[in-house]
C-alpha cells in the first residue's frame, strides 16, 4: 500500500521550532488531505492541521498563529513548522494521509488507502 515516513521531531525550549516532515511512499495515484495528528500521555489523538490537495488548511485553535502546515504534491511530502512552542505542545505527533493506489505495478485499477506514519516524539521543556 502506502507508506508514511515522519522525521524532525527533537527536544526544544519553550519558545523554540521545529519542522516536521512526512513523506508517503508506495504505488500511489493521487492523494487528498494529509494532515499531522498529536497524543499526549493519557490525552486522547487529536487533529493539529490538516491540507487538502488544494492547498487550503485548517488548524486546531491551540495551534492557530504559531504552526504552518504545507506540502509539496511533486514530493508527496507534508510538513509541519512549528513555532513559538509551548509544553502543552509536547505529544507524539502522527502523519495521515489518504488516497488512492495502484493495486500493482502493472494494473492501472487503483484502490483507497488511508495511512499513519509511526510517529515522531516532540518535547518543548519550560
Known amino acids: 500500500q502506502v507508506q508514511l515516513v515522519e522525521s524532525g521531531g527533537g527536544s526544544v525550549q519553550a519558545g523554540g521550532s521545529l519542522r516536521l516532515s512526512c513523506a508517503a511512499s508506495?504505488?500511489?495515484?493521487?492523494?487528498?488531505?494529509m494532515g499531522w495528528y498529536r497524543q499526549a500521555p493519557g490525552k486522547q489523538r487529536e487533529l493539529v492541521a490538516a491540507?487538502?490537495?488544494?492547498?487550503?488548511?485548517n488548524y486546531v485553535d491551540s495551534v492557530k498563529g504559531r504552526f504552518t502546515i504545507s506540502r509539496d504534491n511533486t514530493k508527496n511530502t507534508v510538513y509541519l513548522q512549528m513555532n513559538s512552542l509551548k509544553p502543552e505542545d509536547t505529544a507524539v505527533y502522527y502523519c495521515n494521509a489518504d488516497g488512492r493506489y495502484y493495486i500493482s505495478t502493472y494494473s492501472t485499477t487503483t484502490k483507497t488507502f488511508g495511512s499513519w506514519g509511526q510517529g515522531t516524539q516532540v518535547t518543548v521543556s519550560s
Open positions: 508506495g504505488r500511489i495515484q493521487s492523494i487528498n488531505a
Open positions: 491540507i487538502t490537495s488544494g492547498g487550503s488548511t
